[in-house]
């Protein structure tokens, strides 16, 4: 029972930082929810900031599946996308700690570190599949290029969205997913060969409808 209601609290405690914000969240909003006492939250987490360090486990242990390393040294478009999917659903499903990073690396260090091993990670993944993608003739770029394109990917699919807010473009999260994927595979475009052009090109337009 301990450790159900411990679950239902962080289940409860992610929807709200994800609806509203981890700053616009307290703890009495989170007991409601979960309808426990204010004590009884306290017993499992003295802290918001406990709350937030719980989560950022979670995050880390679902992360560490979608960064998993390919088992080969080839890869092909679908590949590319289903690690392109994979990474938005995890990024969505923690979405508070893209919105509300400014805040909570300022109050929580170990938020900083562990998004920052996060991107750099992405980068690293997003780099091996370049290097996928060219060992199967998808796409023909020279190594010393791939780092680049490899942070631009990353830049992309971690933060389009805050750019796309910024200028007013308020889309549903299904929306501004379709939105990255295209933007991700025009990347790749101007690189690939060129029946995979036609491919990657056909792929954006379905993805931006």
């Known amino acids: 029972m301990k450790r159900n209601t411990r679950t239902r609290i962080l289940v409860a405690s992610l929807l709200l930082f994800n609806e509203q914000g981890e700053?616009?969240?307290a703890l009495n909003e989170i007991a409601d929810?979960?309808?426990i006492s204010p004590g009884n939250l306290h017993y499992h987490f003295r802290k918001?900031?406990?709350v937030v360090s719980a989560l950022l486990a979670e995050f880390q242990a679902d992360a560490r599946q979608v960064l998993q390393?390919?088992?080969?040294?080839?890869?092909?478009l679908d590949d590319f996308l289903?690690?392109?999917?994979s990474l938005l659903e995890l990024k969505e499903a923690y979405a508070f700690l893209w919105r509300d990073m400014e805040t909570l690396v300022v109050d929580q260090p170990n938020v900083g570190t562990a998004l920052k091993h996060f991107a750099r990670g992405l980068t690293a993944t997003f780099e091996l599949l370049l290097h996928g993608l060219v060992a199967t003739d998808v796409l023909v770029m020279k190594e010393r290029d791939m780092p680049t394109v490899a942070r631009n990917l990353a830049v992309i699919a971690l933060f389009a969205d805050r750019f796309d807010a910024l200028v007013g473009a308020n889309e549903?999260?299904?929306d501004e997913a379709l939105r990255i994927a295209a933007?991700?595979?025009?990347?790749?475009?101007?690189?690939?060969?060129?029946d995979a052009a036609?491919?990657?090109e056909e792929l954006a337009a379905h993805y931006h409808g």
Request: glycine content about 0%; hydrophobic content about 40%.
């Open 69 to 76: 390393p390919a088992q080969t040294t080839t890869a092909t």
């Open 183 to 194: 933007a991700s595979l025009n990347v790749l475009r101007p690189l690939a060969t060129h």
């Open 82 to 85: 289903v690690f392109l999917h």
């Open 198 to 200: 036609v491919h990657i």
């Open 172 to 174: 549903t999260a299904d």
């Open 23 to 25: 700053p616009n969240t």
């Open 33 to 35: 929810d979960v309808d």
């Open 48 to 50: 918001k900031s406990d």
